[in-house]
C-alpha cells in the first residue's frame, strides 16, 4: 500500500473519522456522499497501512479498537488541519499557531500565539504576577500563592460536552466585559462555540488541550468583535490571554485563563492601529503593591 496518493490518503482519513463518529455505515456513507463498498475499502486500507485494526463487529455493530481510539484525535486533527489550511484560516508565524476568520456580517477572530517571553518583554505586570504565582503554586487551584490573582482568573474543566466554565473572578475580563450576573448565569455552562464551522472550532480548542495535556503555559494575543449583550451590537477588542496548566483539589485537570485587554498586542497582517484602546470599564485593575513575587 505504499502507492497510496495524498488526495486518497486524506479521503481515507474522512471515511475513518466518519465512521468513528456514528459506529454506523449507513450513517457514514451518507454523511461523505459516498458507497458502502469505498468507506469499507478506505477503512480496510488504512488498517493494511497502519498494520492494526481500527474497528471490531460486535453484534452487526461497528465498535473502535483500542488502536482505533489512539488513533481518531489525531486524524480529526489532521481533517481540520487541512481544512482550515485551505480556507486561509490556520498558518504559523515564527513557527506558532496562527488562526484567523472572518464573516459577511463583519464579525472576525485574529489569534496569535506568542513565546513565552513576551510575559516578561511587555508591560503587563499583572500577567508576570499571575505567571510567578502559578508557577510558586505548583499549578494547584488552592494553592496560597494563587490566591491574591484568582479573581482574575477564569477556571475551566474539560467535561465530555466539551469545556465547560466553572469560576470567574470577580476582576476577570469576562466578569467586566459581560457583567456579573450573566457570568454567574454561565458558570457549569460550555464554551459559545464561534463562527467559523467545526474544523475552526477543533482549531481553537488545540490551544485550550495543549495546555491541559503539557500542564504548561501559553500566551495569544487576540483581536475579534464581541457583542456585550445577548443579541447586541458587535464591538471591537483586543486582548492578550495566558493560559496556564492547573489541578482541582481531586487532582483532575484544571485550566486558567488570564485575559488582559490591551492595545499592546501583535497580529500578523492587522495594523496596530486598528487595536482599541481598553476603556477603563473594562481594564483590569491591578494594585502592583499587591504582588508577592515580584514584577
Not at 477564569?154 to 456579573?180: H, L, N, P
Amino acid at each position: 500500500m505504499n502507492n497510496i496518493t495524498n488526495p486518497l490518503l486524506f479521503e481515507m482519513i474522512r471515511s475513518f473519522s466518519a465512521l468513528a463518529k456514528c459506529l454506523n455505515l449507513s450513517h457514514a456513507v451518507e454523511e461523505l456522499g459516498s458507497t458502502r463498498q469505498t468507506v469499507r475499502r478506505h477503512i480496510s486500507n488504512l488498517e493494511e497501512v497502519r498494520g492494526v485494526a481500527l474497528f471490531k463487529v460486535v453484534d452487526r455493530r461497528y465498535e473502535l479498537t483500542e488502536a482505533g481510539e489512539r488513533a481518531l484525535p489525531e486524524a480529526e486533527e489532521i481533517l481540520a488541519r487541512g481544512h482550515a489550511w485551505l480556507r486561509g484560516q490556520s498558518f504559523h508565524v515564527n513557527g506558532l499557531q496562527y488562526l484567523t476568520h472572518s464573516e459577511p456580517n463583519g464579525w472576525f477572530f485574529h489569534q496569535q500565539q506568542h513565546p513565552l517571553r513576551s510575559i516578561w518583554t511587555q508591560k503587563s505586570p499583572l500577567m508576570r504576577e499571575v505567571f510567578r504565582s502559578w508557577a510558586m503554586g505548583g499549578g494547584d487551584i488552592e494553592a496560597e500563592e494563587l490566591q491574591h490573582i484568582r479573581q482574575y482568573l477564569i477556571v475551566y474543566r474539560r467535561t465530555a460536552v466539551g469545556w465547560i466554565c466553572v469560576e470567574f473572578g470577580d476582576s476577570s475580563f469576562y466578569v467586566r466585559w459581560f457583567g456579573r450576573e450573566r457570568a454567574r448565569s454561565n458558570v457549569g455552562n460550555p464554551i459559545g462555540r464561534m463562527p467559523g464551522g467545526e474544523e475552526f472550532a477543533r482549531m481553537l480548542d488545540q490551544a485550550y488541550q495543549e495546555v491541559e495535556i503539557t500542564q504548561n503555559a501559553r500566551v495569544d494575543h487576540v483581536y475579534t468583535k464581541v457583542p456585550r449583550t445577548t443579541g447586541g451590537e458587535l464591538q471591537t477588542t483586543n486582548y492578550r490571554r495566558l493560559m496556564l496548566g492547573g489541578r482541582f483539589p481531586d487532582g483532575s485537570p484544571a485550566l486558567f485563563a488570564l485575559v488582559e485587554p490591551t492595545d499592546e498586542i501583535e497580529i500578523f497582517g492587522v495594523d496596530s492601529n486598528a487595536f482599541v484602546a481598553p476603556n477603563p470599564e473594562i481594564s483590569l485593575e491591578f494594585d502592583i503593591n499587591s504582588a508577592k513575587y515580584g514584577l
